[in-house]
């Protein structure tokens, strides 16, 4: 099943997709979410972010080719990860797909995207093991995490390298039933495939990043985790558009532009 | 004016808070609260915290006592902060005025307390500058940034360290108006004096915080900026109970206990 968030009258809510049909539902799509007896075409509504999280998780790095390629770049030793210690973004910086990912005038050029599936919590979840990690699971979006390396590097945390306003376009919809080993994530820029990976490829897979996280922390309704990416990006530039596209998932698409004060 | 959020019957809403009376209304604080007409005493009602924010920022480090304090006792050089970048917390770990602090039975003995002001954000905001940066400020409040040592040096993230269930104890309640020059942070440790130093002595302060952030970033209704504290703490076992005081602000108290299993 496929729900998007999205705003009609200047109203938001939910709604299933069905094809090109979207039935409006009240409340949450994982909190026994009620028919409003109103569809609309898709063409019709305007999508938002297919949910503002209560915390906004994020894995980091957690592919060994985007690991290998990053320290590259940066003329230093590969560190991978020794444990599934989990990150965080912020809410401010969240954009539906379609909208302009904008680049702020005085950023430097190493602008950078990074192509990401998103777990969505449906259940509040304390103490899970690996076995029964996907029960608190809803479903599954795309996030674009858009980050600006010299910030990133030079800042004491990421607050403007990850988290300036516009940096986490996430979309379009939540699947709830995905083939997670069948799945690999493709980034397009300007209409060229520029990366391809195996989503399921990571180094601590979901499952283990959920029974440890609640070995300390309560997972709620709405929560996301954005579990990483491989490879690496171009520095992209005023006027590129990048498309992530992961098998089931649909594409999210958004154009870069640099701000000119 | 002072503002709780607050439960009864099953119901949270927020109220204003006169002398013991509390004054429900409908709606938050900051977006033209209506009275519901009813009122209620104070000792029959349970806290909450006083907001639950869309992003939750923190200072991190942002006093000098506290980062020589730090230095000396892990033995290295003092790092001052260069700028204003601002960090975050995770809104999981929220516990209201009163609730228990829950040390996991696996955590090592390093639990620290950190008594911060909070500045609670009542309007949008961007681009704001050091002169009108207080605009966007709907109030005050006090935070209590728990921290275990060993996770927070040793974990790649702070997800354990600082963002363990329980470990961000806010409250009791939100002060429109304070002398932020004459205030000053009380801790106490099982009702004795354990540190007291000067709240506005901080090495960025509330208007220069704001202004950088809001270059690059949107500041919501409802977010909050925990300001970062000076001193350090003792390590604190179960059993011990901190009290964070700030003049003006009242009395955050919360008692520590650790899981058995």
């Not at 919809?173 to 990571?202: C, H, P, S, W």
Request: hydrophobic letters at 40%; charged letters at 25%; aromatic letters at 10%.
């Amino acid at each position: 099943m496929r729900w998007i968030r999205f705003t009609v009258d200047g109203q938001t809510s939910y709604g299933s997709l069905d094809g090109d049909t979207v039935t409006q539902v009240t409340g949450e799509p994982w909190a026994e979410p009620q028919p409003t007896g109103k569809t609309f075409k898709l063409d019709a509504v305007k999508l938002e972010v297919p949910v503002v999280p209560k915390t906004f998780y994020c894995a980091g790095i957690n592919y060994a080719t985007h690991i290998r390629e990053m320290a590259a770049k940066r003329g230093v030793e590969p560190q991978f990860p020794a444990r599934a210690d989990i990150g965080y973004r912020a809410n401010n910086a969240l954009v539906a797909h379609g909208e302009n990912v904008v680049i702020p005038a005085d950023a430097p050029p190493k602008i950078n995207y990074e192509g990401e599936l998103v777990v969505v919590i449906g259940k509040q979840a304390k103490h899970l093991t690996e076995a029964n990690a996907f029960s608190c699971v809803f479903g599954y979006t795309i996030g674009n995490d858009v980050s600006e390396r010299t910030w990133q590097r030079g800042d004491r945390t990421f607050w403007r390298g990850k988290n300036t306003d516009t940096f986490k376009p996430m979309g379009p919809y939540i699947q709830t039933e995905v083939d997670l080993d069948a799945m690999e994530t493709v980034v397009r820029v300007n209409g060229r495939e520029d990366l391809r990976f195996k989503t399921n490829d990571m180094i601590f897979g979901i499952a283990h990043y959920i029974a440890e996280m609640t070995k300390y922390l309560t997972l709620y309704p709405g929560d996301v985790i954005w579990m990483g990416t491989d490879g690496t990006s171009p520095d992209l530039v005023h006027g590129d558009v990048v498309e992530v596209e992961l098998t089931g998932l649909g594409v999210l698409r958004n154009p870069f532009v640099r701000a000119t004060a």
